[in-house]
């Protein structure tokens, strides 16, 4: 499976992207899917994850998003989206998808995750 994300971007405090990551070569579905992101200096962070179909559409965010942050799928578009609102400057990151096939209790685990979209930019000012 191959991946590409989009939909980054500048934002002011305050505002609301939507980040795509879209697949191909085989279906999403199959798959456990996870958003995480990178800031300059710091190590690649979890962010959220969708459990694959099948699996009782399960989500799970870090405390740090939870409230603002929605992940879906659509498995119609082989695509899975992250709608971030009430962005904050501490979200300015390279965000990247990824997909894994292992427990859904690992899904937080960057190590877990087979194949990596190319990223795509947040940034948010103050």
């Known amino acids: 499976v191959q991946l590409q994300a989009s939909g980054g971007g500048l934002v002011q405090a305050g505002g609301s992207l939507r980040l795509s990551c879209a697949a191909s070569?085989?279906?999403?579905?199959?798959?456990?899917m996870g958003w995480f992101r990178q800031a300059p200096g710091k190590e690649r962070e979890f962010v959220s994850a969708?459990?694959?179909?099948?699996?009782?559409?399960?989500?799970r965010y870090s405390d740090s998003v939870k409230g603002r942050f929605t992940i879906s799928r659509d498995n119609a578009k082989n695509t899975v989206y992250l709608q971030m609102n009430s962005l904050k400057p501490e979200d300015t990151a390279v965000y990247y998808c990824?997909?894994?096939?292992?427990?859904?209790?690992?899904?937080?685990?960057?190590?877990?995750?087979?194949?990596w979209g190319q990223g795509t930019l947040v940034t948010v000012s103050s």
């Open positions: 070569g085989r279906s999403l579905s199959n798959f456990h």
């Open positions: 990824a997909v894994t096939q292992i427990l859904w209790s690992y899904v937080e685990d960057t190590r877990r995750y087979t194949t």
């Open positions: 969708i459990s694959r179909s099948g699996y009782g559409s399960s989500t």
